[in-house]
């Protein structure tokens, strides 16, 4: 009952607030305003489909670096197998027997396809053959000169180039 | 009057097949005498091939290689060319070869047939399994008697091989088979350190030239990595061969030798 009886500047703050309480009435675009709240929290949540978008992007740079990387392997051996052309030439080249001749001389050049024996020397083969592994250029003069002027891998693609043995060469 | 003008007839046909000789004479130009000496005007292209007519023969050269291995072996070494020329400049080359020495040797046992035709600017190669020619087109020169060849350090070789060539020494003229030969040498040495050598190495060609022929008739190469190469000319028959020799076969098929893969 004390309680009821409040001081009297208590009870008159009670009464302004009972009226205040009386008149506040929700407001009206509340409901618009917590759609919109929603539809924010929703945005935001959607945020990682918008980088899920991007996944082409990803997969292009992705796809680019593994034809990079496909084209650095490729460079390679096409490095690494002049690497070996040029040091069974430069092999050959920097051993020509027999480098003193006349000129004017007459000579010609050829192509011989050719494999290696397990001793190490070359034997002609037919250039169909499987065993057709390299290519030799040869000169003969008639000087009595015959040099082998270098040895040269042969290109797979070439194996079945139209020649049934020695082939001339263009100097 | 029909006799003047009949003969007048005559003489201008015979000056235009003057002309004509000596345009296609001019159409051909002289060798270069060497590389070494070769220069802006006359430098050896690519495919020259010597022009010498008026000068039939044919003749078998064999080139024997003895080379002695570390262990005291020897290996021999043997290959030929049975050549024909007519009075035109044809030629005719079947090479025998067996074997082509090296740091690798290749075994062949093959005869290769070669025909130039300085007339066509066409070289043959005849492969007689296909029943095909192959054609490399060629740049026919005409030799100058007048220069004496040179013994010159030969085809073209790796630029940093480091040799040092010895001026020619002209060995006098003799009579080889009929043919007056004129005879050089040269000396070449290969300095120590130069491909892994520890003492210089000393090589030397000797050639006997035919004078009339303009061919090698003889020669010897000593070189202390592959033995020593001797190279005769024999067989020399002076008279007009066979033409036949000269033309492809009928039942041959004409085929361009393929491209280079690049120059060198």
Known sequence: MENQENHPHLAHLARLYARDLTQTAPSRDLDARIDQLVAGSRMNVSAPRLRGSRLPLYAAAASFAVLAVCAGIFIGMRVEQARKVSAASEADSAWPPADLTMWPTDSVSFKIPAEYTPQGTLVAVDPDSQHARYWIDVVVANDGTFRIVQIVPADPAQKKGGHDGVAPQIQ | ?264
């Not at chain 2, 060497?34 to 080139?63: D, F, K």
Request: glycine letters at 6%.
């Open chain 2, 1 to 264: 009057m029909a006799l003047r003008r009949r003969f007048s007839s005559w003489f201008v046909l015979a000056g235009a097949l003057a002309l004509q000789a000596r345009a296609d004479d001019a159409a051909i130009p002289d060798c270069p005498p060497s590389p070494s000496q070769a220069t802006a005007a006359v430098r050896p292209e690519p495919n020259n091939v010597r022009l010498v007519t008026g000068a039939p023969y044919s003749a078998l050269g064999t080139s024997k290689t003895v080379t002695t291995l570390p262990n005291g072996d020897r290996v021999v070494r043997e290959n030929t060319i049975r050549q024909w020329r007519d009075s035109d400049g044809r030629t005719r080359s079947e090479f025998s070869l067996s074997s082509i020495g090296g740091p690798r040797p290749l075994e062949i046992n093959t005869t290769v047939t070669v025909i130039d035709d300085p007339e066509a600017r066409e070289r043959y190669l005849l492969q007689p399994a296909s029943k095909v020619a192959v054609t490399v087109p060629i740049v026919p020169c005409r030799v100058n008697p007048s220069l004496e060849p040179d013994l010159s350090v030969g085809p073209p070789r790796p630029a940093r091989l480091q040799m040092q060539v010895s001026t020619p020494v002209k060995l006098g003229e003799r009579k080889m088979d009929g043919e007056s030969v004129a005879g050089s040498r040269v000396e070449a040495t290969i300095p120590a350190g130069a491909i892994g050598n520890d003492k210089p190495i000393q090589m030397s060609a000797e050639q006997w030239y035919g004078k009339d022929l303009q061919v090698v008739v003889e020669a010897i190469y000593r070189d202390p990595r592959t033995g020593e190469t001797r190279y005769k000319l024999s067989e020399i028959h002076r008279a007009e061969p066979d033409a036949r020799l000269f033309r492809v076969p009928d039942n041959y098929t004409r085929k361009p030798a393929p491209a280079p893969r690049g120059r060198r």
